[in-house]
C-alpha cells in the first residue's frame, strides 16, 4: 500500500487519532493525504499531504485539523461516485474514516459500492456505536459535562433550587447517564428508558419535606427539552426551577487522557488493519484488546443498558 486517505468528523480526540494514523503510516513509508471538509471534500477532491510534522502539536487540541461538514451531496448517489473517482484519480489505496454513525455508514457504502478499502475508527460523544464499548470523543464529553455540572451545583446548593441539566447524545443516553452517576445527580430522564414525572414530582416534595432543599435532573436531548420538563415540575411542585442547556461545549475542549491513549492505539491499528488488506471494518477495544468489527453492524442502532447504572444513580441518592 503506497498512498491512504484520512477523513474526519470532529471530536476530542479526532486529532489525536489522525496523528496517529499519520505516524504509523510515515513509519511504513505510506503517503497519506488528508481530506478537508469531510465528505463534501471528498466529492470536491480537496485533499492535503500530511507528514510527521505537519500532526506535531495536534495530540491536545480538540475539534479537527483537517474541519469536516455534515454533507448531504455524499448522501447522493452521484455524489457517492464523485467521491470514489476522486479517490481512484489521487490513486489513494485506502482510507480511514474517523467519526460516529454517519461518517461510518459512508464508510461502508464507499467499501460495499464503491469497491474501496476501508476502516472505521469510531469517534462520537453519543458513544452509539454498536459493538463498540467506548469511541473516542465519549470520555472527554462526559468530563467536560460533569465539569459544567459540579459548578451548577454550586449555586443549586447556595440557592436551594431544582436545576435541569440538558446534555447531548441525539439518540443516546449514554453522556446523560454517565453524568447523572459521577455527578451525584437525583434524576436522569433518557431515551432507553421510561419516566414518570409525575412521581419524580412526587419524590421531590417528599424529598422537600424531609428537608432536602437543592436537585439536580439530568435530560437527555433525545429524551425531552429540558425546558419542558422544568415547566412541569414547577407546575407539580410550586417550586421554581432553572434550566441549563449543556450543548457543543461537550463536542469540543481538550481531549482527556483515555481519549488521547484510545485514539493513539486505534489511530495505529487502523493503519495495521488496512495493510493486512482488511476493509468494510472499523476497530475498537474490547477487554484491553484491539478488535475489528463490520462495518454493516457497527452502524446498526445501539441500544445503551441502562437498568443497572440508573438503579445505583437512584440508590445512592434517596
Ligand atoms: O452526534 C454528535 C452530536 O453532537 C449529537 O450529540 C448532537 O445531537 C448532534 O451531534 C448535534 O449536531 P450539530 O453539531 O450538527 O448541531
Not at 95 to 111: E, P, Q, R
Not at 115 to 122: E, N, T, W
Not at 152 to 166: H, K, N, P, Q
Amino acid at each position: 500500500m503506497k498512498k491512504i486517505a484520512i477523513i474526519t468528523r470532529d471530536c476530542a480526540g479526532v486529532n489525536a487519532a489522525i496523528r496517529s494514523v499519520v505516524r504509523t503510516a510515515c513509519g511504513y513509508k505510506i503517503e497519506v493525504v488528508g481530506v478537508l471538509k469531510g465528505y463534501d471534500g471528498l466529492i470536491d477532491g480537496k485533499f492535503i499531504q500530511l507528514n510527521r510534522g505537519s500532526v506535531s502539536g495536534i495530540i491536545n487540541l480538540g475539534g479537527t485539523i483537517l474541519k469536516t461538514s455534515r454533507s448531504k451531496r455524499f448522501l447522493t448517489d452521484s455524489g457517492q461516485k464523485q467521491a470514489v473517482k476522486n479517490l481512484h484519480e489521487y490513486r489513494i489505496e485506502g482510507l480511514i474514516v474517523i467519526g460516529g454513525n454517519g461518517s461510518l455508514s459512508g464508510a461502508h457504502n464507499l467499501a460495499t459500492q464503491g469497491k474501496i478499502a476501508v476502516v472505521g475508527i469510531p469517534a462520537t460523544i453519543d458513544n452509539d456505536i454498536t459493538d463498540v464499548d467506548l469511541a473516542i470523543g465519549a470520555d472527554t464529553a462526559v468530563n467536560v459535562a460533569l465539569d459544567a455540572l459540579d459548578k451548577i451545583r454550586d449555586t443549586a446548593t447556595s440557592l436551594e433550587r431544582i436545576f435541569v441539566v440538558e446534555v447531548m447524545g441525539r439518540e443516546s443516553g449514554y453522556i446523560a447517564m454517565q453524568v447523572a452517576l459521577a455527578g451525584g445527580c437525583e434524576e436522569v430522564l433518557l431515551p432507553e428508558k421510561e419516566s414518570d414525572i409525575e412521581v419524580m414530582c412526587k419524590e421531590i416534595k417528599q424529598g422537600n419535606a424531609k428537608g432536602k432543599s437543592s436537585w439536580i435532573i439530568i435530560v437527555a436531548e433525545g429524551k425531552a427539552k429540558a425546558h419542558d420538563i422544568a415547566r412541569l415540575i414547577t407546575r407539580n411542585t410550586g417550586f421554581e426551577t432553572r434550566v441549563t442547556v449543556l450543548g457543543h461545549i461537550q463536542r469540543g475542549g481538550h481531549p482527556t487522557a483515555v481519549d488521547r491513549i484510545l485514539a493513539s492505539q486505534l489511530g495505529n491499528y487502523a493503519v495495521e488493519v488496512l495493510r493486512d488488506g482488511q476493509t468494510d471494518i472499523c476497530v475498537s477495544m474490547k477487554n484491553d484488546k484491539l478488535v475489528t468489527i463490520p462495518l454493516s453492524v457497527a452502524i446498526q442502532p445501539k441500544k445503551i443498558k441502562v437498568a443497572e447504572t440508573y438503579k445505583l444513580i437512584k440508590l445512592l441518592t434517596k
